[in-house]
């Protein structure tokens, strides 16, 4: 069986957003799984997806101060500018933490961990909502 929705998010500001919630209301046929894999697919490039913490607000902070100084604005070799000087490094940072992630679906629940939640990295300054596409299949 599989099951495929699209959904909007957002928009957000700049930083790691816990979506996990909005993730589970975009695909409520997860219910219908015994066993599968849920795919989170953005059809964006200056954002990404990642799992990870989603109990305490200061992993989101970090993970956004530790990007920034990894990946700084205004680097004198980018030639990618034209929508700021957060264009590129968006585009750095959403390539270094992908575009999808996979979870196990079981008995109608996403299997998690205890701390783990779906994060939406907002990697631009003025960012619109964004696509996220939601495939469930198994049985």
Not at 99 to 117: A, E, F, Y
Not at 134 to 139: C, I, W
């Amino acid at each position: 069986m599989t099951t495929q929705r699209e959904i909007i998010v957002g928009p957000y500001s700049r930083g790691f957003h816990l979506i996990t919630n909005e993730v589970i209301k975009g695909i409520p046929e997860i219910s219908d799984f015994k066993s599968g894999i849920l795919q989170v697919f953005i059809k964006h490039t200056s954002a990404s997806l990642t799992l990870n913490e989603n109990a305490d607000p200061t992993v989101r902070q970090d993970f956004e101060s530790h990007f920034n100084k990894m990946v700084p604005e205004n680097a004198p070799y980018y030639r990618h500018t034209y929508e700021g000087p957060d264009d590129m490094p968006a585009h750095i940072k959403s390539s270094l933490l992908g575009s999808s992630v996979q979870m196990p679906i079981s008995n109608g629940n996403l299997n998690l961990g205890t701390w783990q939640g779906i994060y939406l990295c907002e990697h631009r300054d003025h960012a619109s909502s964004r696509k996220l596409v939601l495939t469930a299949f198994g049985d």
